[in-house]
């Protein structure tokens, strides 16, 4: 089965979606015929640890998925501020803040609502790079670093 990796990196799938394609993957590794099941000896959630750390399999969690290709579309907004899709969507969304600092709007297109939700993933991992501090704000931006880095979410 192939995962719908493009459509999962332009637009949020839902819930129910995702539930279904993992039900299917789920499906399709314990099945043994159409209409026999195997005995999960394993459980879902072990089999999608990574495979170096955990002893799993590296299978992925979908909804995690969609929101890291979602985030990534948000960090080629914000680093490629010339290409067609970022100069467009500043000018509908955020045509006098940033990526970062923008709301939602009204009538958002479906795409733009996933950008958002990709968004609330990336703003967890940026720090602001001070510079000559005249765009940072102090006491709002992330700019110092823990001691420890923390490790990614689960």
């Given at each position: 089965m192939?995962?719908?990796?493009?459509?999962m990196s332009c637009f949020r799938l839902s819930k129910l979606l995702c539930k279904k394609l993992t039900s299917a993957m789920t499906e399709f590794w314990w099945s043994s015929c159409e209409n026999k099941r195997k005995i999960s000896w394993v459980a879902w959630q072990k089999l999608c640890k990574s495979k170096e750390d955990?002893?799993?399999?590296?299978?992925?969690?979908?909804?995690?998925f969609n929101q890291a290709l979602l985030a990534k579309q948000s960090f080629r907004i914000i680093h490629q501020p010339h290409t067609l899709?970022?100069?467009?969507l500043?000018?509908?969304?955020?045509?006098?803040?940033?990526m970062m600092e923008c709301s939602v709007g009204t009538r958002p297109s479906y795409?733009?609502?996933?950008?958002?939700?990709?968004?609330?993933?990336l703003s967890r991992g940026l720090l602001r790079t001070i510079g000559d501090g005249i765009h940072?704000?102090?006491?709002l931006d992330r700019w110092i670093m823990d001691e420890t880095p923390l490790p990614p979410l689960n």
């Open positions: 192939a995962l719908p990796v493009y459509a955990d002893g799993g399999l590296g299978f992925r969690d979908l909804g995690w899709l970022s100069r467009l500043r000018s509908r969304y955020f045509p006098h803040s940033s795409a733009w609502r996933s950008i958002i939700h990709g968004r609330e993933l940072t704000k102090v006491w």
